[in-house]
């Protein structure tokens, strides 16, 4: 059965309506039945869609961390064909909160780093609810070694409330590889682009994002810090949380805005949980193009490119 955030009751209500009456659906009322239904989904696509149209950032938190929203490994098992992923970090141990590996992108090598979250209580335990430990940031950078010396772009797929603050993974070093992993992003000759799919959430994001191209999808949050995280400091209050999602500039637009990402993907009405394979594909489109944007760059041209996009943000020019 789907699953309905909050803000989303007006839609909830009529869905529910038209379900009775399929189960009623039989005798001479069918086609009655079947016109009330007909009606009654137009009003509900309508109603989604104004509800759509005018989403809060906390509402667009709110869709960002919806749990049928497609993964990582949605996006890889859809766009990269012949998909081999690579483990362990060769120092300490394996991280499943990053999944990387090498495979083909519209017929060309890639590779490609991401967060996956997981989709049911096994997977998400598993893959640790998408929050790193340094193990799988020094992953990313052997990865991202790899593919600079073997002159293949790199796609991050980002999707992470943050990097894992366990007392096991400060122990590891876990501010040092997530800055390792940053300086890798920068230093890479080849082309890079970064997906924020779901949340991207403070340094633990960052590690995989800093790419020549760093693109959001419609309903994604990008932020320093969780809107709970900082009402909690901000006003020892995390009910306050809506507040600070609004204060924050956390959604696409306002990030277009600032000039911290490049490009925003447009997500089905309702969300990338309602049709995850319009959603993939539209997200493959974008990817396609910002790539075909940064092909015959010198590796130089490359580095320096990704760098200046860095430092100005924040600049205020005249």
């Not at 399929?22 to 009654?40: K, P, S, V, W």
């Not at 590889?177 to 959430?201: D, F, Q």
């Not at 949050?221 to 507040?243: C, F, M, N």
């Amino acid at each position: 059965m789907r699953s309905y955030l909050d803000f989303e009751k007006p839609v909830a209500e009529l869905d529910a309506k038209a379900e009775e009456l399929r189960a009623m659906q039989a005798g001479d009322d069918a086609a009655n039945i079947a016109d009330e239904i007909t009606r009654l989904e137009a009003k509900a696509a309508q109603a989604l869609r104004n509800l759509y149209a005018e989403l809060t950032p906390w509402q667009k938190t709110q869709v960002a961390r919806h749990p049928e929203r497609p993964h990582c490994l949605d996006y890889i098992n859809a766009l990269i064909p012949e998909f081999i992923p690579f483990a362990g970090d060769r120092k300490f141990a394996e991280d499943e909160a990053i999944v990387g590996g090498f495979g083909r992108f519209r017929g060309e090598s890639i590779c490609v780093i991401g967060h996956e979250k997981g989709s049911s209580t096994e997977s998400r335990l598993k893959h640790n609810f998408g929050m790193a430990r340094p193990e799988g940031y020094r992953k990313a950078v052997r990865l991202m070694e790899m593919a600079d010396r073997f002159d293949i772009p790199v796609l991050c797929l980002v999707d992470t409330a943050g990097a894992y603050p366990g007392i096991d993974a400060e122990e590891r070093g876990q501010a040092e590889a997530i800055a390792r992993s940053t300086e890798a992003c920068l230093n890479l000759g080849v082309p890079n682009v970064a997906v924020i799919l779901g949340e991207g959430g403070s340094g633990g994001a960052v590690a995989i994002a800093t790419a020549n191209r760093v693109l959001m999808l419609e309903h994604a949050i990008y932020s320093v810090i969780s809107p709970e995280g900082a009402a909690s400091i901000l006003w020892r209050d995390t009910t306050k949380a809506q507040d600070a999602a609004t204060n924050m500039k956390i959604t696409a637009a306002d990030l277009t805005a600032f000039g911290i990402i490049d490009g925003i993907i447009t997500e089905p009405i309702g969300g990338a949980h309602r049709d995850p394979a319009a959603a993939i594909a539209a997200t493959g489109e974008v990817v396609a193009n910002a790539f075909a944007g940064l092909r015959g760059l010198d590796r130089e041209t490359v580095r320096r490119q990704r760098r200046d996009k860095f430092l100005a943000i924040g600049r205020n020019l005249e």
